[in-house]
């Protein structure tokens, strides 16, 4: 993602729109950072802040190129993506893990191995606030990056 963001750095330099620069962020780099964001999520912090770093850098790029940049204050990394209109890489992470469940729940996408694997919890009685679902506990590191885990809270 960083040779991507440096070939669109390079070749567009005499660009002076950030507006330009934001469409060929979201067409050419975030996609090869959201690449299958529904299997694989990373679930260290160090790898989470690795694949920000990608956008904090190029959020701090363009925000050099407003005209008004010169005389402002630095602003936080939150601040430049509600100022560019764009959302964390983790967010946008978390959203397409919730549409998946939605669809996967609500039917819209035939998947009955991924649908078996979820826990749905239908008390008689509501004696104590449980989750409605819920998936199986994994013991591994690896096993602690599955999307459902990440989802549903575990039983």
Request: glycine letters at 4%; charged letters at 25%; aromatic letters at 12%.
């Amino acid at each position: 993602a960083f040779r991507l963001y440096g070939f669109i750095s390079r070749v567009s330099k005499d660009f002076k729109d950030p507006h330009t620069l934001k469409s060929l962020y979201c067409a050419i780099v975030r996609p090869t950072l959201e690449f299958a964001r529904i299997v694989w999520t990373p679930t260290q912090q160090y790898r989470i802040d690795r694949l920000e770093s990608v956008q904090r850098k190029f959020t701090r790029a363009i925000f050099y190129l407003l005209p008004w940049s010169l005389d402002a204050t630095y602003p936080s990394y939150r601040a430049r993506c509600l100022l560019f209109g764009l959302e964390s890489l983790q967010h946008r992470r978390m959203t397409a893990q919730c549409m998946f469940l939605h669809k996967l729940i609500s039917g819209s996408m035939d998947a009955p191995c991924i649908l078996e694997k979820i826990n749905f919890q239908a008390p008689s009685r509501n004696l104590r606030p449980r989750p409605l679902i819920s998936s199986e506990f994994r013991s591994t590191e690896f096993g602690s990056g599955d999307t459902l885990l990440k989802i549903t809270p575990s039983t």
